[in-house]
């Protein structure tokens, strides 16, 4: 399919995730076959503002396109700017976040806050239409909260202005991350618009994937924290819309193999400090639930130096492999 002008694979894309899809996260999960990736939200007001630690998030090795740069912000006509900046970094797509319920973001009048004002949403969005030809997507929730569930109404008004494509999570701002996913909405929305739909909420296995797609006719599934330490989620997707059935998951040596390649990648893009530290999430995602698990990860957590971190992977990977055999 294709989202603006560009050609899509895949029909599993990972989903801008604070924290989690830097580009060493966003190449694994392109190798395991995400059709699309999406960095970070980033702020508007940091690119403007010329912060030199906010543009190292629009960074990204040409393996991972097509990939969109995620902004938030309040302003239109920082927006705006903001987009140039982008710009000039050549993503295949801008996304712009709706949905961030975080008091951070939301206090400030951005991310979702800006559900309870589509006037604004037009001018900002209309804006970054003007500012750049890269297509303009959108990622929103379903309302602010489930008495006002508008996203049928702004994804018309966005397809009427320009918009290349949405992506739409079956939650209010008011459900944060808890409940289940109203997958119902993303069916009205694809109902209501001719541009691209990517549906989005409680992905965790491939039978999701195809249910999700089979129930609501969206164009593309969104995968967020089903991805965490289990970036193969999308081969396995992948594989399972094509033939009908589940690839086994890899094998925990398999596991630690793809995280002690992460790691790798993190110490090249990050200070020795800042790579150990970051990676400690991802290396508790992909160790839980493993044999000695838990000791594994308290001994690792405590340690600072790269080499040491790497030699405790690989040995953890050497014994996994040994309980593999026998
Ligand atoms: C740790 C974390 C960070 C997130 N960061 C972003 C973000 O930067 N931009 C965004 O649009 N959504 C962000 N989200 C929301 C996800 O993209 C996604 O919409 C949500 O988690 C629902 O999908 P899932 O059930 O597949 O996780 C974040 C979610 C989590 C859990």
Known sequence: MFLGNVKIEQKSVLAPLAGVTDSPFRQICKAFGAGLVFTEMVSADGLVHDS??????????????????????????????????????????????????????????????????????????????????????????????????????????????????????????????SGRADWSIIQSVKAAIKIPVIGNGDITRPEDAHLMLKETGCDLVMIGRGAFGNPWIFKRINHYLESGTLLPEPRPSEKLDVCISQFKMMTRDYPERSAVFEARKHIGWYTKGMPQGAQFRNEVFHLTDKNAVEQALIDYRNSLELLEKV
């Open 52 to 177: 030199e630690k906010t543009r190292q998030y629009l960074k990204y090795e040409p393996m991972e396109r097509p990939i969109g740069v995620q902004l938030f912000g309040d302003d239109p006509d920082i927006m705006a700017r903001a987009t140039q900046i982008v710009a000039a970094y050549t993503p295949d797509f801008i996304d712009i976040n709706l949905g961030c319920p975080v008091p951070k973001v939301t206090k400030r009048g951005a991310g979702a806050a800006l559900l309870q004002n589509l006037k604004q949403i037009e001018k900002i969005v209309t804006a970054m239409i003007r500012a750049t030809s890269i297509p303009i997507l959108a990622k929103v929730r379903s309302g602010w909260n489930e008495d006002k569930i508008i996203a049928v109404e702004l994804a018309r008004m966005l397809e009427q202005i320009g918009l290349a494509g949405i992506t739409i999570h079956g939650r209010t701002q008011t459900m944060k991350f």
